[in-house]
């Protein structure tokens, strides 16, 4: 059973850091690309990151460019979000999410993780 | 920015046609995908390159694309699926992913 779940949320101040992790298991990891997607309380879905299955290629959101490097271990079967310099509206749960090889769709989902940025 | 479009809500009566549009100007050339997010869940994909659904997804939702504008229809809408949609693409040089603003379906 494919399974992926997120760690790392909890509140941070504005202008900190965290880092989440995507623990990935029931499938090969390291022939998958991979995802980030948040959602801000009662907002929609927002794509921020997506990583090559062998770290190769990386694209990312303006919204987050510069301050979220996402990153993978295959030998670890997790994939990593570093966010900077953390603003309040990045407040957020936060998914990883894993790409089918046929496409771009999002064919697995974890159940995600609260971030939250405040003072 | 690329964006893609969607209607922030659409409402139907149980057993009517629902449609869900999503515009967005790299579709002639780009899939669109389609998910359905209920309420305190993760999303979960329904709809894949345009129309395809994968396995378990029920028969009475379907995709479809005509130019700019790809279409989740739900054919004869039930109570469960009651739901925020949302489209899903990518820019015309591949260089981001994209979401549309959601839709919340109501059947009632």
């Known amino acids: 059973e494919v399974q992926l779940v997120e760690s790392g949320g909890g509140l941070v101040q504005p202008g900190g850091s965290l880092r989440l992790s995507c623990a990935a298991s029931?499938?090969?990891?390291?022939?998958?690309?991979m995802n980030w997607v948040r959602q801000a309380p009662g907002k929609g879905l927002e794509w921020l990151s997506y990583?090559?299955?062998?770290?190769?290629?990386?694209k990312n959101a303006d919204s987050v460019k510069g301050r979220f490097t996402i990153s993978r271990d295959n030998a670890k079967n997790s994939l990593y979000l570093q966010m900077n310099s953390l603003r309040a509206e990045d407040t957020a749960v936060y998914y990883c999410?894993?790409?089918?090889?046929?496409?771009?769709?999002?064919?697995?989902w974890g159940q995600g993780t609260l971030v939250t940025v405040s003072s | 920015s690329y964006e893609l479009t969607q209607p922030p809500s659409v409402s139907v009566s149980p057993g009517q046609t629902a449609r869900i549009t999503c515009s967005g100007d790299?579709?002639?050339?780009?899939?669109a995908y389609w998910y359905q997010q209920k309420s305190g869940e993760a999303p979960e994909l329904v709809i894949y390159?345009?129309?395809k659904r994968p396995s378990g997804i029920r028969e009475r939702l379907s995709g479809s694309k005509s130019g700019t504008m790809a279409t989740l229809t739900i054919s004869g809408a039930q109570v469960e699926d009651e739901a925020d949609y949302y489209c899903?693409?990518?820019?015309?040089?591949?260089?981001?992913?994209?979401f549309g603003g959601g839709t919340k379906l109501t059947v009632l």
């Open positions: 999410a894993r790409e089918t090889n046929r496409g771009a769709d999002l064919d697995y």
């Open positions: 029931g499938f090969s990891f390291g022939s998958y690309s």
């Open positions: 990583i090559s299955s062998s770290s190769s290629t990386i």
């Open positions: 790299a579709l002639p050339k780009k899939y």
């Open positions: 390159e345009d129309n």
């Open positions: 899903y693409s990518t820019d015309s040089g591949d260089n981001h992913r994209v």
